[in-house]
T-cell receptor, first 115, second 114 residues
């Protein structure tokens, strides 16, 4: 079946450290891939996305590259800030009209950044 | 635009009670979805709708009903609440157009069933 697997958290980093959150997927066909972020007490916001192989999504210093050969979409940031503390979700959606509006999520990874 | 709004923000129910979680969007999106978020399990799709009058089941539909009488509103009904339905519920919408498959989420409803 279709699924998303993320590295388990929580991840605790010091400010300005390098961040990697691993995400791998299993899907029929070639999905679109997303990273969503959830700040404490809030809903999910789209952080970045990629719709085809080798695409790189980027936003707010975060980036992720769609790797078809390794079925991965790892999230990276060169220098994290305290304000990046949140829960990060990797997700996929399958193409086709019957799949529109449906996202398959990973478990979520909690990031805590300490000053 | 208010985006996606949900009410209430918090709710406590007793086992067997019924209630409706409200969701509305003002972006004229055709597609709307309900997810539940549980620790260690990410978000799972409960029900979704591809337009007014059309709904379908997601991954975990049991115990929940939905209807879509207008483009704007997509309420989720719990007919007889159970402790297993204690969760945080998120409503989302998307236009579904090509290259516009981003889903917009509401702030969530935290439900506790005693």
């Amino acid at each position: 079946g279709n699924s998303v697997t993320q590295m388990e958290g929580p991840v605790t980093l010091s400010e300005e450290a390098f961040l990697t959150i691993n995400c791998t997927y299993t899907a029929t066909g070639y999905p679109s891939l997303f990273w969503y972020v959830q700040y404490p007490g809030e809903g999910l916001q789209l952080l970045l996305k990629a719709t085809k192989a080798d695409d790189k999504g980027s936003n707010k210093g975060f980036e992720a590259t769609y790797r078809k050969e390794t079925t991965s979409f790892h999230l990276e940031k060169g220098s994290v800030q305290v304000s990046d503390s949140a829960v990060y979700f990797c997700a996929l959606s399958l193409h086709g009209s019957s799949n529109t509006g449906k996202l398959i999520f990973g478990q979520g990874t909690t990031l805590q950044v300490k000053p | 635009n208010a985006g996606v709004t949900q009410t209430p923000k918090f709710q406590v129910l007793k086992t067997g009670q019924s209630m409706t979680l409200q969701c509305a969007q003002d972006m004229n999106h055709e597609y709307m979805s309900w997810y539940r978020q549980d620790p260690g399990m990410g978000l799972r799709l409960i029900h979704y709708s591809v337009g007014a009058g059309i709904t379908d089941q997601g991954e975990v539909p049991n115990g929940y009903n939905v209807s879509r009488s207008t483009t704007e509103d997509f309420p989720l009904r719990l007919l007889s609440a159970a402790p297993s339905q204690t969760s945080v519920y998120f409503c989302a919408s998307t236009s579904g157009r090509l290259d516009a498959d981003t889903q917009y989420f509401g702030p969530g409803t935290r439900l506790t069933v005693l």
